[in-house]
């Protein structure tokens, strides 16, 4: 008889995700002119497979772009490896030397208790903190960033509740924790222009497209982009933490417990207060880095004082504070002579930059092969059904497209299309353009989908299959709301 072990069920699995994407290949039909999409889309499935099923390293998984893109002349090894380093890629690292930063000085665990003073002992008012600090957060700096931040924070209050109550009893708080941290980035970052970049890609488009209407502005973009925020992480904390994760209801750290460790704590040192300093001074510099419309007043951007403003963005940020952190002298550790040191970033997560890199290179796999405009022009076809119908069927298709490319190349792509296609059809292009954007940044089930579910990912805290079980439930409620009030507002 054959023990099935986990190295038995990986072969399985490896198995799997090569005949299913080999029976779509052979089965499905694309014209003469797509066959590079099809071979593009064979290449997703396999990958999104072997994601879900984590039968190969995440890492390994991420790294098929490089192989295969180049075999099946799709796009060059050189375009493909290129995805693997960018701004984004800078901005991640940049945001995550802060955070290592923060955990090797203790500020993070400061923050922590202060969190846990701030919203209560409980394990569902605890998330909920989180969550609404990172939802907030994210409404003015990137979600990226607030998920680097938020990370070794969320961490420390879990190693707290692990100590206290073992890892067992802890595992559906730790989970519904670190989603809660990934989900509330996303849903935040959609309430404000600059919250994410599909917003800012749809306000560029749309005043491309349609020249002679009035701009999208910051407040007008809130007032319907907030109150669907607002009602996403409200649904996705309950769904969280009374349905699919609830936490144990035991798990009540003593007030007197987080008093004690307050006081070990003791003052702030230099070293917390520099780190401090950098943490708050890189997130303005990233709010006020263009100009801020808030309708009434525009705040000037400080980047428009350099000769080439458009040149710097939040990477060129993230690095230039996290290189800092190298150069800032320790006072209180002699063994330390600088905040950071060489020895400190080894902890950097590299397979989660090799799995960002491979859902840049499957999304330049997307264009390069004209499989998201495929996918838009099928839009075309819904000509005659009811327009709610079309939000809803424009609302689906990107929230899961957008699980296995980049919302932002997904939203380029996809919002001219949507833009000429509201002409087709003679209605408001509000209808079809927002519910992709905000779509976009609505994927909840895999971790290649929004950079905040990999960052949490990173912790080793969620499997995907976790992710995947309450993604799918955010995933459908997302098209459902964001239908809903898109439809109210605009119709």
């Known amino acids: ?58 890492s390994a ?68 903190g989180f969550m609404i600090a990172a939802a907030f957060i994210s409404m003015w700096i990137s ?33 519904a924790l670190m989603l809660g941290i990934a989900y509330a980035c996303s849903i935040g970052g959609i309430s404000t222009l600059i919250g994410t970049p599909p917003n800012l890609v749809f306000q560029r488009i ?26 996403m992480l409200g649904i996705c904390w309950a769904l969280l ?13 003593d007030k007197n417990l987080i008093k004690n460790e307050k006081e070990l704590l003791g003052k702030m040192s230099f ?29 000037p951007g400080w980047s428009a004082i350099f000769p080439k403003s458009d040149f710097i963005d939040d990477g060129t940020v993230a690095i230039t504070m996290g290189i800092l952190l190298f150069l800032i002298p320790a006072k209180s550790n002699t063994e330390n002579k600088f905040l950071l040191n060489a020895e400190s970033i080894k902890s950097i997560p590299w397979d989660i930059i090799l799995l960002f890199g491979g859902g840049f290179a499957l999304a330049d796999g997307f264009v390069a092969s004209q499989l998201s405009k ?46 000429a296609l509201s002409i087709q059809l003679e209605i408001n292009p509000y209808l079809l353009m927002i519910p992709a954007t905000i779509s976009a940044s609505f994927a909840f089930m895999l971790p290649v989908g929004t950079p905040p579910n990999a960052i949490v990912f990173s912790s080793q805290r969620v499997r995907i299959f976790d992710m995947s079980k309450a993604g799918i439930f955010l995933n459908i409620i997302g098209i459902i709301i964001t239908s809903i009030f898109v439809w109210i507002f605009f119709e």
Do not use: C
């Open 241 to 253: 933490t009374k349905i699919i994760y609830p936490p144990d209801k035991r798990l009540i750290l």
């Open 1 to 58: 008889m054959i023990k099935f072990n986990s190295k038995n069920w990986s072969y399985i699995n490896i198995v799997l995700a090569i005949v299913t994407s080999l029976l779509f290949y052979l089965i499905a039909e694309f014209s003469v002119e797509y066959q590079s999409a099809k071979t593009v889309a064979t290449i997703a499935i396999l990958m999104s497979i072997l994601w879900m099923t984590e039968a190969m390293p995440i």
């Open 271 to 299: 070293e917390e207060k520099a780190v401090a300093l950098v943490f708050i001074t890189t997130s303005l510099l990233w709010i006020f880095r263009v100009e801020l419309d808030l309708g009434i007043i525009s705040i």
């Open 61 to 128: 998984t991420s790294l098929i772009p490089l192989i295969l893109f180049p075999l099946t002349g799709t796009i060059s090894g050189k375009q493909a490896a290129e995805a693997y380093m960018n701004s984004t890629i800078f901005l991640f690292l940049g945001g995550f030397i802060i955070a290592i930063a923060m955990e090797k000085w203790n500020l993070h665990k400061r923050i922590a208790l202060n969190v846990i003073n701030l919203f209560g002992n409980t394990p569902s008012l605890i998330i909920l």
């Open 206 to 231: 749309y005043k491309i497209s349609f020249p002679d209407q009035p701009e999208m502005l910051f407040g007008d973009w809130m007032k319907f982009a907030l109150p669907i925020s607002i009602t």
């Open 374 to 419: 495929l996918i838009g022009a099928q839009f075309a076809s819904l000509q005659g059904i009811h327009i709610f119908l079309i939000i809803i069927a424009v609302a689906f298709v990107v929230t899961f497209l957008t699980e296995l490319t980049s919302n932002t190349a997904t939203a380029q792509i996809l919002l001219p299309i949507l833009a």
């Open 143 to 175: 979600n990226t960033a607030t998920a680097v931040m938020l990370l070794p924070i969320g961490i420390a209050i879990i190693s707290k509740m692990e100590l206290s109550f073992g890892r067992e009893d802890t595992k559906t708080f730790s989970i």
